[in-house]
């Protein structure tokens, strides 16, 4: 069963330098039928202007990975960390019981577009901790790449939740197939582009929730990007 969400459905605020939309409820965006899907409680498809940013703020008790569409993001936290995300790298800030960061866009002439992904750990209470890595381009052309998982493998960020995230950049024509073990259950966001799934024309913002299905077709209408969920 397949059940779209389409972009225009979405929360969104605008504050001039962050314009964000929200799949599900947040912050002053509330839709009791868009609290989240099982563990998966945000995706926030955020432009940041120029120079502007996220100043110093607090998290606890979720896991917190994000993935650059285009443009730098930069991060400090207060474990020490800190470095600028770019397209292709994934990076996972556990906030356990704890943990402050900033976010600003790394640069002082061009937008930075991300996606903001928050999901709701296994356990609480955890150590807080950071991890950032980098996927080649063509690890990612033309197939759903593992980015991140319960347990690392095949060199993904680890987070502390049975959920296993992953991202593809189609060509226009090019097809993935999605597939599901017997009782799991997907999210698939359209992060850039057009795509088709399941014969559905799906462009840049709309997602497709996906229960009781084990194959879902991906065809790329013109140049795309795609993340993925595979949940419990």
């Known amino acids: 069963m397949l059940t ?9 605020a605008n504050h001039g330098w962050l314009d964000s939309y929200h799949t599900f409820s947040f912050a002053g965006y509330r839709d009791p039928a868009w609290m ?6 945000v ?17 606890n008790d979720m896991e917190i990975v994000t993935w650059v569409l285009e443009g730098s993001l930069e991060h400090k936290d207060s474990l020490g960390n800190g470095g600028v995300i770019r ?14 960061h900033s976010e600003y866009n790394a640069s002082a002439t ?11 750990p296994d ?39 049975d959920a296993a995230m992953r991202a593809g950049r189609l060509q226009p024509g090019e097809k993935v197939t999605l597939t599901l073990a ?22 840049a913002g709309d997602a497709v929730a996906i229960r009781h299905e084990t194959e879902v077709e991906i065809e790329a209408i013109e140049a795309s990007e795609v993340v993925s969920f595979d949940l419990a």
């Open 4 to 12: 779209v969400r389409k972009s225009h459905e979405r929360g969104h």
């Open 36 to 41: 989240g899907f099982g563990p998966l409680r």
């Open 43 to 59: 995706i926030n498809d955020d432009r940041i202007a120029p120079g502007a940013g996220f100043p110093t703020h607090s998290h």
């Open 87 to 100: 397209p292709g790298d994934a990076q996972r800030m556990r906030a356990g019981h704890g943990i402050a």
């Open 110 to 120: 061009e937008p930075v577009h991300l996606l903001q992904i928050w999901i709701e």
């Open 123 to 161: 356990a609480y209470g955890l150590e807080p901790g950071y991890e950032q890595l980098a996927f080649a381009p063509e690890s990612l052309a033309g197939q759903l790449r593992l980015i991140a998982s319960n347990d690392g493998r095949e060199g993904s960020v680890t987070i502390h939740q």
């Open 182 to 203: 017997p009782g799991r259950r997907a999210w698939l966001h359209i992060a850039t582009g057009r795509v088709k799934v399941r014969g559905l024309p799906l462009e």
